[in-house]
């Protein structure tokens, strides 16, 4: 029962970044626009984190500093795409590169390292409920707390608020909302600066958890959550039960430690799933019509 | 564009001047054909800015690069050597681009490819030199080509996405060697035993001695000579026409008769082949064992490659010098300004190519 | 004049070098149906994208009720109570008709919570108010093109439009829906609305229509009373000459069966039944045309018979010959095919003009060796032809994309007509092409059948299929529902099958 609950615990807080990923990246190909940047967001969230909490002393600020990065790379990913109507998935691209560059470059001329970073606070566990036995570092983790909290509110805030509807809509047919005079750029802006708060924060967890920032410690996790989207349909409540098949997966990886089974083959999971998703085995995996899709009024 | 065109403009319009009518589409073609450039000006004019922020002169960086590349035997052999991976990836892109298909798995399938050429090689330690050389070649093409296929077979089939595909194919291409690698590689590493002979890709520096002690290698003039095939193979053949077709209106293909399926999964299995023969250049042709984690970003730089060099084989070899340049100036200037500069200036200048694209073709529709 | 509900004042409005508005003016007085005419392209569609803020012109001004007003967006537009029903419908297909309606002035809350039941019943209220029928919980894309017209109008009245534009709205309705839809339109004008009707089809400017004004290439070349003018007058005014009638001389059909149709069940994308046992035969050196109001399976029988959609059952024979399945393969059996999108389908438009002219045809070993397909051999093939169907320019090495709609249709033309065809499927060739081109494809069309060929023709233009067809077959929810010959009957009668009001 214990290893149970223990395991349980462990792929939970797995899946917390993969949860903030997924569920942000639902908002801003929802509203039309691919966000292969999420890693990138994360990365530069992470760093944020860091920064904040290093120069202040405080978790609380490096939290925000994390979601402040997190919107500034949004910003440059919406810029591009929606502004200048660029290719949306190059641009993601170009953002993970530019992150994986910048925040090398940033931990150079800070810390005088190309590896890590020093030391810096952690969020604390909450004192009365980390000392539940087995899942206290679930249950007194404000960050896990904070995310299940958002999923619940991002899940109302997409499919039973104005704001979502607008949203969806201009995710499947911009003209239409376009011509009732709902602005294209305004939602998709808003959507894509959503996934990169939210990415922010998955990147603030990872680093508050290894209390440092190190070089590409994201590891592919903004994929992984790229991916959950894609297995949970777009739509919120179906990430987060991607995201905590992922986090089971990669718990079994560190349960199984030492058995025979090679761990390769389990860290496949997540992309193998993904792969049967797309392929429509499992269940029909359908996007956002208009994603990907630039919006160009003049050509409408 | 002379003559005619000035008969077709339409009648009664007010910018009828036949000078404009004709200077008018030049102009925009240059427009467009300006991206680019702009881009990479642009890139580096931010690049500037953060040197600058680091406390260096930007002027004398950038001159250290240059003249990294371009003032010594050795550093152009370096960066001849950097550019080689990049020259087959780029033509990868550029190949599914073509096809309409954004192919992201070049980096799995020149990672599989440089795996293939090693086993191939040491395996076939007993065969005469010059069977050991094709079949690690024929080995890395034919690891690139299959790990291709499967997203076009995937989307032939299923219609799915060959971009997420691809992206996750990377990453189970990295963990496919990692688990193959407990039987190959040589006992406490990660890397494979060393080929024979017979399968080395001889260095340039046999024939230039001014390039010495630097690993570029004939795998350059294999690339070189692909991209010529390449170019007859868009713009010269049946597959490329029905290619080219299926990339720029699929419907319009289908209805003469072009099998989309199977055409898109050709050009992503002949994308993956170039991908994985990328993989030589260092397996082959630098190291003479293939080590995890060889392929160090060439296969996403391959993206920048064929964007920089607008999908044409020609375009794609400068592109690859420019960026192969790049990458090996950043080892040189490391001490005055962190390397990453130079990852940060590639993204930077795919940023600004996408978004220039855009606006240069506004500008240019507009004066067409 | 000061009583105008809109004026507009010298519109110019320029897409590159292209001008598509030309220092036009328009006016619309109150209560009344203004008919907006002119051939495609003519920029009627743009002016009044102008005007409801889809486009900025670059010149000129709009007054509503005598006030001069910036319209920069769509927002302003709605706001200054203009509704526009869209040629293609601006409607989230997913989506049910209440979020489509309430999208953008959504019934308020206070946390910005969606209302969905105070949406639909803001439907309902509307819907009994104009007697216009729909379910609001309905998804869109389950509802038929007159349904989804409907759910148009009700959005722009949702929006207290009182100026209400429709661009080409019968385009896509049997005539019967058209005549359910003018007597809404005659209904709201006579409750005080003012009416735009953007169309091309003189028919309907005389029966429904107050005032007329007509565009040509982007200029407005006059306009007044519909009583002031003759359909002649408004005709000439349209093409800028007067209108040839089409010299139609024909030889007798052959005997021989070129095209048989037996059975065919064809599936639709959704895959459900669109063809429902078709049987039909062509002769050589006849035409045969098929009416219909679109999506009665007339494009998946023409798909069906190219090659590009299985058949579920039913036999189709070329020249008493099995055709072979495949796009291709149908080509190579002496097939020939016009498609219905000719810039989806039928031409390649970043391909060059001779390259275009071998879509379907790139395996011929003529063209080159080997794999080889040589760029000078298509060049020098190429020019000819550009001249023959009159394509211009003619310049074999220019993208496809350049050309206007009318010279896309002669390249498509062109590249069908120089097939070894025995049969020719033809889809809406004249559709969005202007008059000269018009004249120009009809004529070779008949010359083919003269030549011996057989010609499936499918239109949606009644007259067109009656001016061309020797034979005319009408198809209904999948079936042939009648057979008669263009002599023995008439557009009311064709378009009572059309919409399965004829007694069986």
């Not at chain 3, 009182?162 to 004008?189: C, H, K, N």
Request: aromatic residues 6%; charged residues 15%; contains cysteine.
């Amino acid at each position: 029962m214990m290893e149970l609950l223990l395991f349980v615990a462990a792929a939970v807080r797995i899946s917390v970044p993969y949860t903030l990923g997924a569920v942000g990246a639902g908002f801003s190909e929802r509203g039309g626009v691919v966000n292969i940047g999420i890693e990138g967001m994360m990365l530069n969230g992470a760093l944020g984190y860091v920064l904040g909490a290093w120069y202040s002393g405080h978790a609380t600020l490096g939290l925000l500093a994390a979601v402040v990065a997190g919107v500034v790379t949004a910003a440059l990913h919406a810029l591009v795409t929606v502004r200048f109507r660029a290719d949306q998935i190059t641009s993601g691209l170009g953002i993970n590169l530019l992150a994986a560059g910048l925040t090398k470059y940033v931990l150079v001329e800070v810390f005088h390292s190309s590896s890590n970073s020093p030391r810096v606070p952690g969020l604390e566990l909450l004192p009365g409920l980390a000392a539940v036995p087995a899942v206290g570092t679930v249950l007194g983790a404000p960050l896990v707390l904070l995310t299940a909290l958002l999923v619940i509110g991002v899940q109302w805030l997409m499919f039973r608020s104005v704001f979502g509807l607008r949203l969806r809509s201009i995710g499947e047919r911009p003209e239409a909302a376009a011509t009732l005079g709902l602005s294209v750029t305004a939602y998709r802006t808003a959507g894509v600066l959503i996934s990169g708060a939210l990415a922010g924060l998955a990147g603030a967890w990872l680093a508050s958890e290894q209390h440092s920032f190190t070089d590409g410690m994201t590891g592919g996790r903004g994929y992984i959550a790229l991916a959950a989207m894609i297995v949970g349909k777009w739509s919120p409540a179906g990430a987060v039960a991607a995201c905590l098949l992922f986090g089971a997966s990669e718990a079994l990886q560190i349960t199984l430690q030492g058995v025979a089974f090679p761990n390769e083959l389990l860290q496949m999971l997540p992309y193998l799933v993904t792969m049967l998703a797309l392929a429509g085995w499992i269940g029909r995996s359908v996007p956002p019509r208009a994603v990907g899709v630039p919006y160009d009024p003049e050509l409408g | 564009m002379t003559g005619p065109a000035a008969t077709a403009a339409p009648a009664g319009g007010p910018a009828a001047a036949p000078r404009a009518v004709t200077a008018r589409p030049r102009l925009a073609a240059a427009l467009e054909l300006a991206a680019p450039l702009a881009a990479v000006a642009l890139a580096l004019l931010a690049g500037a800015v953060l040197i600058a922020l680091a406390g260096e002169d930007p002027l004398a960086i950038y001159g250290s690069i240059l003249h990294a590349c371009l003032g010594t035997g050795y550093g152009f052999g370096q960066m001849l050597f950097k550019a080689t991976p990049l020259v087959f990836t780029g033509l990868a892109v550029a190949v599914g681009f073509r096809a309409g298909l954004f192919n992201i798995g070049a980096e799995g399938q020149l990672y599989l490819g440089g795996f293939a050429a090693a086993l191939a090689a040491v395996a076939l330690a007993g065969a005469p030199g010059p069977v050991q050389l094709v079949g690690a070649l024929l080995a890395a093409a034919a690891a690139g080509a299959a790990w291709a296929t499967i997203p076009g077979v995937l989307k032939a089939r299923f219609g799915a996405h060959e971009v997420i595909n691809t992206i996750m194919l990377n990453f189970i291409a990295m963990q496919l060697v990692a688990f193959l690698g407990r039987y190959a590689y040589q006992p406490g590493t990660v890397r494979t035993a060393t080929i024979p002979a017979g399968a080395v890709i001889p260095r340039l520096d046999v024939w230039f001695p001014a390039l010495h002690g630097s690993p570029a290698n004939l795998s350059l003039l294999l690339g070189l000579g692909l991209a010529l095939a390449t170019a007859w193979l868009l713009f010269g053949s049946r597959l490329g026409y029905a290619i080219r077709a299926v990339g720029l209106n699929p419907a319009a293909a289908e209805y003469g008769g072009i099998a989309i399926g199977s055409t898109h999964t050709a050009a992503l299995a002949l994308s993956g082949a170039l991908a994985g023969l990328g993989g030589v250049n260092f397996v082959l042709g630098y190291k003479q064992f293939f080590e995890q984690g060889f392929s160090a970003g060439a296969g996403f730089l391959g993206i920048a490659v064929a964007l920089i060099g607008r999908n044409q084989p020609l375009g794609v070899i400068v592109a690859a010098l420019f960026f192969g340049g790049l990458s090996y100036g950043g080892l040189v200037i490391n001490d005055r300004v962190p390397r990453e500069l130079v990852e940060m200036l590639t993204a930077l200048v795919i940023l600004f190519a996408i978004t220039l694209q855009q606006v240069m073709t506004r500008a240019a529709r507009k004066l067409r | 004049m000061s009583s105008s509900v809109v004026a507009m004042r010298n519109i110019t409005r320029r897409f590159g070098t292209c001008v598509a508005n030309d220092d036009a003016s328009f006016t619309l007085m109150p209560g009344t149906i203004h008919a907006l005419v002119g051939e495609n392209g003519a920029g009627k569609t743009t002016l009044m994208r102008v005007l409801y803020g889809l486009l900025t012109p670059q010149a000129g001004h709009i007054e509503i009720d005598g006030r001069t007003v910036r319209i920069a967006r769509p927002a302003d537009a709605i706001r200054l109570g203009l509704g526009m029903v869209h040629q293609h419908f601006m409607l989230v297909e997913p989506m049910t008709v209440a979020e489509n309606l309430a999208l953008g002035h959504e019934p308020g809350s206070r946390f910005g919570a969606w209302r969905a039941a105070a949406a639909e019943h803001e439907v309902e209220e509307l819907s009994a108010r104009h007697g216009l029928k729909v379910d609001p919980r309905a998804r869109i894309h389950t509802l038929s093109v007159g349904a989804q017209q409907r759910v148009e109008i009700l959005k722009a009245l949702h929006h207290r439009a009182r100026v209400l534009i429709l661009d080409e709205p019968t385009a896509v309705l049997a005539p019967q829906e058209v005549d359910e839809l003018f007597r809404v339109l005659r209904g709201l004008a006579q409750a005080g609305t003012s009416i735009v009707l953007i169309t091309h089809k003189l028919a309907e400017v005389r029966t429904l229509a107050d005032h007329v004004t007509v565009m040509r290439a982007g200029r407005v070349v006059g306009g007044g009373p519909i009583a002031s003018l003759s359909n002649d007058a408004i005709a000439e005014l349209m093409v800028g000459r007067p209108v040839p009638p089409l010299a139609a001389e024909r030889t007798a059909p052959g005997a021989e069966l070129r095209l048989e149709v037996s059975d065919l069940e064809v599936n639709d994308d959704r895959a459900l039944p669109a063809v429902c046992g078709v049987s039909f035969a062509v002769r050589a050196g006849e035409v045969v045309g098929i009416a219909g109001v679109e999506g009665n399976g007339q494009h998946e029988l023409i798909e069906c018979l190219a090659g590009l959609r299985p058949a579920r059952a039913g036999t189709v024979l070329v020249s008493g010959r099995p055709a072979p399945p495949g796009a291709r393969a149908r080509f190579h059996a002496g097939m020939a095919h016009v498609p219905a999108d000719r810039l989806r389908r039928g031409m390649i438009a970043g391909m060059s003009l001779a390259e275009n002219l071998v879509l379907g045809r790139e395996d011929d070993p003529a063209l080159g060796r080997g794999p080889g397909l040589d760029p000078a051999r298509l060049a020098r093939r190429a020019l000819p032809l550009l001249e023959e169907y009159d394509v211009r320019p003619a310049l074999p090495a220019a993208h496809a994309g350049t050309l206007s709609g009318g010279n896309q249709q002669k390249l498509v033309m062109a590249r069908e007509l120089t097939r070894d065809a025995g049969v020719m499927l033809v889809a809406h060739p004249t559709r969005g092409v202007d008059l000269g081109a018009t004249r120009f494809i009809h004529q070779r069309l008949i010359e083919a059948r003269n030549a011996g060929r057989a010609v499936l023709l499918v239109s949606s233009e009644l007259s067109e299929v009656l001016a061309l067809s020797d034979r005319v077959l009408v198809m209904f929810e999948g079936r042939i529902v009648c057979e008669r010959l263009p002599a023995a009957t008439d557009e009311r009668e064709l378009g009572r099958f059309m919409i399965g009001a004829a007694g069986a």
